[in-house]
């Protein structure tokens, strides 16, 4: 926004917008990652199968 509010340069501005989007994916993957290993499994280990759902939808969030 501050940029647009600076009249930057349109390519600048599109050029950070994709900077923060894959910092944002980046972080998303080790976050799914250990969400995996820790909340999914222990929650497939203790029977709880919703979790496999919550994770497909999650999953289908994260593919749009």
């Given at each position: 926004?501050r940029?647009?509010?600076?009249?930057?340069?349109?390519?600048?501005?599109?050029?950070?917008?994709?900077?923060?989007?894959?910092?944002?994916?980046?972080?998303?993957?080790?976050l799914?990652?250990?969400?995996?290993?820790?909340?999914?499994?222990?929650?497939?280990?203790?029977?709880?199968?919703?979790?496999?759902?919550?994770?497909?939808?999650?999953?289908?969030?994260?593919?749009?």
């Open positions: 926004k940029m647009l509010d600076e009249d930057c340069y349109c390519p600048d501005i599109i050029t950070q917008v994709a900077a923060a989007n894959a910092a944002l994916n980046s972080f998303n993957k080790v799914l990652a250990n969400h995996i290993k820790t909340c999914v499994a222990d929650d497939i280990r203790a029977g709880k199968d919703e979790t496999i759902d919550e994770l497909l939808n999650t999953l289908q969030k994260l593919m749009k």
